[in-house]
Nanobody, 119 residues
């Protein structure tokens, strides 16, 4: 079993920055692709950014050039640097990680961290 814990959320003014972290723990054999998702009130959960185990990244159009996803495989931790934040970035941010245990694969989710962008 793998546990994911997000941290770093909070209240920030428009134009500000936040850095989210997602730490994986438990019986970790091999983490695969990881990603950040977000869900705003009344909306469906949407993809923000993903990163593979060999550091290939993809971003939603709405966050390109503002957000940067990264990971430290030695620490089993993923990050999301968010700059130039806008009110529409307000949401609960979730991390997701794929994990291989032998031939078995499973996806795990964190509990989420609130990001509020408001003046």
């Amino acid at each position: 079993q793998v546990q994911l814990v997000e941290s770093g959320g909070g209240l920030v003014q428009p134009g500000g920055s936040l850095r989210l972290s997602c730490a994986a723990s438990g019986r970790i054999f091999r983490l695969a692709a990881m990603g950040w998702y977000r869900q705003a009130p009344g909306k469906e959960r949407e993809l923000v950014a993903t990163i593979t185990s060999d550091f290939r990244t993809e971003y939603a159009d709405s966050v390109k050039d503002r957000f940067t996803i990264s990971r430290d495989n030695a620490k089993n931790t993923m990050y999301l640097q968010m700059n130039s934040l806008k009110p529409e970035d307000t949401a609960v941010y979730y991390c997701k990680a794929g994990h291989y245990s032998g031939l078995q694969f499973a996806n795990y989710w964190g509990q989420g961290t609130q990001v509020t962008v408001s003046s």
